[in-house]
């Protein structure tokens, strides 16, 4: 019996997504307790803030780099770096409150994020590519697949770790998220790269393939896409928990298993998550082979414009209600993530994937820079909910752009 047999019975493409989404999973293990971490070590908002900020910047300097890394050197290469960088993020981590430390950290964590970001997806691609021809929404399926088991994962990682937060301290978790992305990238190992993929991306990247490609309004209408997603989600991952301890400490009725917070964050963790996995493997086996994803993405942005303005009125009494509106939210956008990547994966050439991708990220991360940089200057306990208010304007703005690219989509279909 081969490794490969052994450690998994499912096709290349198929393995590779798991592990991506293990991956995900292995760094949530922090994911419901980080900010709470750095909050009860000293560290306050606006130190979050300008955290993030230098993340951003750093990604953003890194982005392209590593792509093209990954198109000359092999996807494999590039995903198993960054998973081993990423991994030192949550030794540094433990030097909290000293900022020193914790900017040396989040400039570690972007690099590593950097090489991931682009590779695995297009291992994912090329894979599925060779052993799918032919069949896009193969595409489409594996990217639920992905999200799916991270949904999955970080249902177990995210309350796990605020558990052992607990009852152990929050060093144990940090050190077991370091030793379980180490594992993904020893099973990463085992797994295979298509040899011919290789040589067809060793030569080097020209902007005149990017005007001349089949990309045209597709790229474009992503690149929205992608920068509004990255915008809305800045409130959503990194400031929620800040939301939800103000929600707990205004809340008329708390039930006795919500008032210690460690319980809070960890339930909202799973909740959410468990809404992610739900809705993803529900549109991988029901919808995506039936629905137009377009027309799925576009519903999508209607209900999270209704969540986020709940969210961003938080008048309600009830944490069970907001716990409620911010899981499903979860699982809303992290489909929506997941739809437009796979439609625009489709249109990406092969040999200059990353490479592209990475455009996209940096334009991505030069926004976020921006909206990082204003709610350095303005964000405070106080006013938190106006970020979510805007959220909801964005999506509506993105639901837009969604029903832009089906109609080219559509008319490209009936030309050909």
């Known amino acids: 019996m081969t490794h490969q047999k052994f450690l998994f019975r499912y096709t ?11 991956f995900e999973s292995a760094r949530m293990f922090t994911g419901a307790i980080n900010v709470v971490f750095l909050l009860h070590r000293g560290v306050n908002l ?29 996807k494999k290469l590039a995903a198993i770096l960054g998973c081993l960088i990423t991994s030192l ?46 069949n896009h929404l193969k595409i489409n399926h594996l990217g639920h697949l992905r999200k799916e088991i991270a949904g999955l994962g970080n249902m177990i990682s995210g ?9 152990f301290g929050y060093t144990v978790v940090y050190l077991i998220s370091f030793l379980s992305i180490l594992a993904v990238a020893v099973c990463l190992f085992f797994r295979d790269e298509l040899k011919n993929q290789h040589k067809a991306t060793t030569k080097n990247f020209n902007f005149d393939d990017l005007k001349k490609s089949r990309l045209s309004k597709g790229f474009f209408l992503y690149t929205g896409i992608a920068i509004l997603l990255s915008a809305v989600y800045q409130p959503m991952y990194h400031f929620w928990q800040p939301l939800f301890e103000k ?35 529900y549109i991988k086996r029901k919808m995506i082979f039936y629905s137009n994803p377009f027309l799925i993405a576009i519903g999508i ?6 969540a986020f303005t709940i969210l961003g009125q938080n008048n309600s009494k009830s944490i069970i209600f907001l716990l409620f509106v911010f899981s499903v939210l979860h699982g809303l956008l992290s489909s929506l993530f997941t739809i437009a990547d796979d439609q625009f994966f489709k249109i990406i ?10 455009i996209v990220n940096v334009l991505q991360r030069l926004t976020v820079l921006n909206i990082l940089w204003l709610i350095k200057k303005i964000i405070t306990v106080e006013n938190i909910e106006n970020m979510f208010m805007l959220c909801s304007i964005s999506m509506i703005i993105m639901g837009i752009l969604f029903f832009y ?6 008319l490209k279909v009936h030309k050909h």
Not at 113 to 118: Q, R, Y
Not at 349 to 358: E, L
Request: contains cysteine.
């Open 12 to 22: 290349n493409c198929q393995c590779i997504a798991a592990l991506a989404g293990l």
């Open 405 to 410: 690219w089906k109609n080219v989509h559509d």
């Open 89 to 134: 993020f949550y030794l540094l981590c433990l030097a909290a409150p000293i900022m020193s430390w914790l900017i040396i950290a989040e400039i570690v964590l972007a690099i590593g994020l950097s090489f991931t970001s682009g590779s695995f997806e297009a291992w994912i691609v090329s894979a599925t590519r060779l052993e799918y021809p032919n």
């Open 349 to 358: 050439r092969q040999k200059y994937f990353s490479s592209i991708f990475s």
């Open 46 to 74: 606006k130190q979050l803030a300008t955290l993030q900020f230098i993340f951003t910047a750093t990604a953003f300097v890194m982005e392209i780099p590593t792509g093209v890394v990954s198109d000359k050197n092999g």
């Open 159 to 167: 309350p796990l770790g605020a558990f052992l937060a607990f009852k």
């Open 247 to 281: 929600a707990l400490s205004s809340s008329n009725y708390v039930p006795n298993f919500l008032q210690n917070h460690f319980a809070t964050l960890g339930l909202t963790f799973f909740c959410s998550n468990g809404v992610v996995f739900i809705c993803n493997n």
């Open 301 to 306: 942005t209607i209900l999270s414009a209704i």
